[in-house]
């Protein structure tokens, strides 16, 4: 049976399998996508974002434990930030939610950064829409990092779930800043800490000075005590039953899926760019002029665009 | 007296209307950068990164009091997080190293993300090139974050600076992997805390891992006393001295320059795309239809090319 066909019968390796291919770009992958896309949009896609050490791979293996329970099927898709030069996964699915790996109703894979030209983006939404075809009921996309990447990646869920911590120092006003407007849910994890019921005053003064239809709860959890998650995963519940009730689902969608036409179209034209090998000579022959200060980069980009022309 | 001038004249308020030119993509900008592009390349640029919390700007703050000291001119260039929908710069000047701002060596220019497509990429490295045609002996950028755009930006610099804490979790395995190649040197700052000989040492032993003609050298300061700097300040020189004496700089600059007329031949081909509101439009449309399952991202993405071409 084709791979196609076996995702659409629920075979688990024929979901690993095709995200491999969408790493990897293969053609086959995209086209079968294209083919089953229209089964997409039924998950409740949550995307998990926060400073490093907030503990969110912690927080997504108690969330998903909570779905288990409620017999609820789910996906895991942990970007991983990894070297900018050699690409790759660092943080194996080895090394995470062990316990869950076993359980046939949880999927979890972990994706590199691959390149710096918008590939993770485009290999975690494929991720995400094979999941959503298989059939699970949650999809989390977990990643690392307060970036534009990250928020880039998180954008493209359903519910944004930032994950803060008590401790963050004079960052958390930076921090917050870039997080405000895209969190839908707040976490203050590690709530046994000191300083965690400031530090979720301090995110409730910041969400006071803004304008909401929906105003982001924020929750006190330990994640690793289990505290406060099945109140968490309440509140993830009720920020789809809002977003579906006030057609906002529906304007979401229409962001995302523009932002995602306007990636891929970026990313197919850079491909174009770096394909042609004559095309990859010439600019690194622009480089070494640009380097010896011979050449400007902005000339040497026009020329290169010229050359596309 | 024209802009051009006015900065080979050495004005410091041409640096800072150049800077704001370069934000807003007015193209004067770009052709005074073309015509004294042969100027740069003076100046030891530095790159400083780590994650949230660790207290980089601090640490700024004392490398270049200590760079004052000995009388060396200073420019920083601040990248900060902003929101992904309203843009601008966050922390403004205004809350960075008061001190600083009245000594008429030291030049500091925060700047904002602006939307997601490499926007912030290319401001802060025409700022970078300002400074240097201004003739500031050092350099610093300065970002917040652990993502693949803050690698991208102190990636086309001379020297990155690499900024620890102690504390950081379970994530410091996460966030080794992803810096341990774009370190020139680690600092781990707030080195009185607990754990900061332990932060250091599991930094070694990553590093041992690791072959480098360069070892990247691990310094303990306390950024708020003052203590350690000026050890670190010696560290960044000898890897700048490295560089030159090893041709290295000259190879790092040529990677540079590639990735950088990369990333302007990409920018270019979208504001092409962007620009053009009937383009808009019928992303636009599609974006509906994607968003309503009666279309896909792939196919809708082929359909804006080819009305490219």
Redesign the interface.
Known sequence: MDLLNRLLNGEKRAVARLISMAENHDPEA?HI??KL??K??RAHIIGITG?????K??LTDKLVKALRKEGKTVGVVAV???????GGS??GDRVRMNDLSLDSGVFIRSMG?RG??GG?SKATQAAVKILDIYGVDYIFVET?????????IV?NVDTTLMVMVP?????????K??I???GDIFAVNKADRDGAKKTATQIEMMLDFNHFEWRPPVQLVVALDNSGIDELLQKLKEHRNYMVETGNL?KR??????????D???Q???SM??DKSTKEQM??K???K????????????EE??NE?R
């Open positions: 995209i996508l294209k896309y229209s997409t949009g400073p490093p050490g907030a503990g791979s912690t991983d930030p990894t070297s900018p030069f050699t660092i943080l950064t710096h030209l993770i690392v990092g307060v970036g534009q990447s990250e928020v880039d954008k401790g963050l120092g004079d960052d958390i006003q930076t921090l800043a870039g405000m407007e895209i529906h969608r229409i962001k995302n899926s523009k932002i995602e036409i306007i891929l179209v970026q197919e034209l850079m760019i770096l600019i690194d622009l480089a070494e640009v380097a010896f200060r011979e050449h400007d980069p902005y000339s040497a980009a290169v665009l596309l």
